[in-house]
């Protein structure tokens, strides 16, 4: 059995290497054909492209940007920890592991909420499974905030989403989406209330533990502590690609980040699926893609800069004595 496990751990990895190879080879020679028309090579145009940034204004933006992340994200962590696995837990004492969870999410961002679940069965003897119920949850509002924020940018600027509808049929894309999504959200919150198909039972199950718990204020409060992230996300992407003297609108960004930042999701090396999608929705720049690269890069770079500073007081608080209730 491991060694077949072990056998489609690589299949994947392979796969989803290759998958981020294709991605880099479609973004090359989307760049490659614009470098063309204006008889450069394809790094000559990049190396120009940069070069014309002002990198000192991008850098006073992304720093507070990034710390103002850090900040907000935190306290949702908080909060839902609070409400379901620590009812005692601070948020000055989610800070540290929070932000040292971030180093491990270079790799992986589950890894880094993984992180966090062991932190708390550590010091406070919350059962694993209860705290990554928690991680999950999360995870879940995140994606139906970026659903609801992207409705709301293509409802506002739709004819802006047609323009970008020249290689895909984004509008049907979308739509279909956003309704899968609005039908599964009842669904959700009745299954795991209890209130329907009550022989099923999957919601018993550990890992649901948050979900059971939840009430729908609950997701909703949990959306609109997360939503600043976003909001400031749409601003400081539209301001710097300004920099990078690249025609964007705040409505295109506020239709479009959220679903790129959901294709970030996907399990491929260096989020290659988000930097293919760049290209897709600014055809007219197909240097983007490197652009987010760059963007992605810095943020967490520095994201984990944060978790180094957090790193010796996120230590020393889960190598002394857990607090509550010892093991036997």
Same mark, same amino acid.
């Given at each position: 059995?491991?060694?077949?496990?072990?056998?489609?751990?690589?299949?994947?990895?392979?796969?989803?290497?290759?998958?981020?190879?294709?991605?880099?080879?479609?973004?090359?020679?989307?760049?490659?054909? &614009? %470098?063309?028309?204006?008889?450069?090579?394809?790094?000559?145009?990049?190396?120009?492209?940069?070069?014309?940034?002002?990198?000192?204004?991008?850098?006073?933006?992304?720093?507070?940007?990034?710390?103002?992340?850090?900040?907000?994200? %935190?306290?949702?962590?908080?909060?839902?920890?609070?409400?379901?696995?620590?009812? !005692?837990?601070?948020?000055?004492? #989610?800070?540290?592991?929070?932000?040292?969870?971030?180093?491990?999410?270079?790799?992986?961002?589950? #890894?880094?909420?993984?992180?966090?679940?062991?932190?708390?069965?550590?010091?406070?003897?919350?059962?694993?499974?209860?705290?990554?119920?928690?991680?999950?949850?999360?995870?879940?509002?995140?994606?139906?905030?970026?659903?609801?924020?992207?409705?709301?940018?293509?409802?506002?600027?739709?004819?802006?989403?047609?323009?970008?509808?020249?290689?895909?049929?984004?509008?049907?894309?979308?739509? !279909?989406?956003?309704?899968?999504?609005?039908?599964?959200?009842?669904?959700?919150?009745?299954? /795991?209330?209890?209130?329907?198909?009550?022989?099923?039972?999957?919601?018993?199950?550990?890992?649901?533990?948050?979900?059971?718990?939840?009430?729908?204020?609950?997701?909703?409060?949990?959306?609109?502590?997360? &939503?600043? *992230?976003?909001?400031?996300?749409?601003?400081?992407?539209?301001?710097?690609?300004?920099?990078?003297?690249?025609?964007?609108?705040? @409505?295109?960004?506020?239709?479009?980040?959220?679903?790129?930042?959901?294709?970030?999701?996907?399990?491929?090396?260096?989020?290659?699926?988000?930097?293919?999608?760049?290209?897709?929705?600014?055809?007219?720049?197909?240097?983007?893609?490197?652009?987010?690269?760059?963007?992605? !890069?810095? /943020?967490?770079?520095? *994201?984990?800069?944060? @978790?180094?500073? /957090?790193?010796?007081?996120?230590?020393?608080?889960?190598?002394?004595?857990?607090? @509550?209730?010892?093991?036997?």
């Amino acid at each position: 059995m491991a060694d077949k496990r072990n056998v489609r751990s690589l299949l994947l990895q392979l796969v989803s290497w290759l998958a981020a190879f294709a991605c880099f080879y479609l973004i090359y020679g989307r760049i490659a054909v &614009a %470098a063309a028309r204006q008889e450069q090579s394809p790094l000559t145009y990049l190396l120009e492209f940069f070069g014309e940034a002002n990198w000192w204004l991008w850098l006073a933006m992304m720093i507070p940007y990034s710390i103002f992340f850090f900040l907000v994200d %935190a306290h949702a962590s908080w909060r839902v920890i609070r409400w379901y696995n620590a009812p !005692t837990i601070r948020y000055l004492d #989610v800070l540290p592991i929070r932000a040292s969870a971030y180093i491990l999410s270079i790799l992986n961002e589950q #890894v880094g909420k993984g992180a966090m679940s062991l932190y708390l069965w550590h010091r406070y003897r919350i059962p694993g499974w209860e705290a990554v119920s928690s991680m999950i949850l999360l995870g879940v509002v995140e994606i139906y905030q970026l659903l609801i924020f992207s409705s709301i940018g293509v409802w506002l600027y739709f004819d802006l989403v047609e323009q970008a509808s020249t290689q895909l049929p984004l509008p049907t894309i979308l739509t !279909t989406a956003y309704l899968i999504a609005l039908a599964y959200l009842p669904f959700h919150l009745l299954y /795991f209330s209890g209130r329907i198909l009550p022989g099923l039972q999957i919601r018993g199950a550990k890992i649901f533990y948050a979900f059971r718990k939840a009430k729908p204020l609950d997701y909703l409060l949990v959306l609109l502590f997360k &939503a600043p *992230n976003l909001l400031m996300a749409v601003m400081v992407y539209t301001l710097a690609l300004e920099l990078f003297h690249v025609e964007v609108v705040f @409505g295109q960004m506020l239709a479009f980040l959220p679903v790129i930042f959901l294709a970030a999701a996907l399990p491929l090396p260096f989020h290659a699926g988000a930097l293919l999608l760049w290209t897709v929705l600014f055809p007219d720049y197909p240097e983007v893609g490197a652009f987010s690269l760059v963007m992605h !890069t810095f /943020f967490v770079a520095f *994201n984990a800069v944060i @978790g180094l500073i /957090f790193l010796p007081q996120a230590n020393r608080e889960l190598f002394e004595d857990a607090v @509550g209730q010892p093991d036997s």
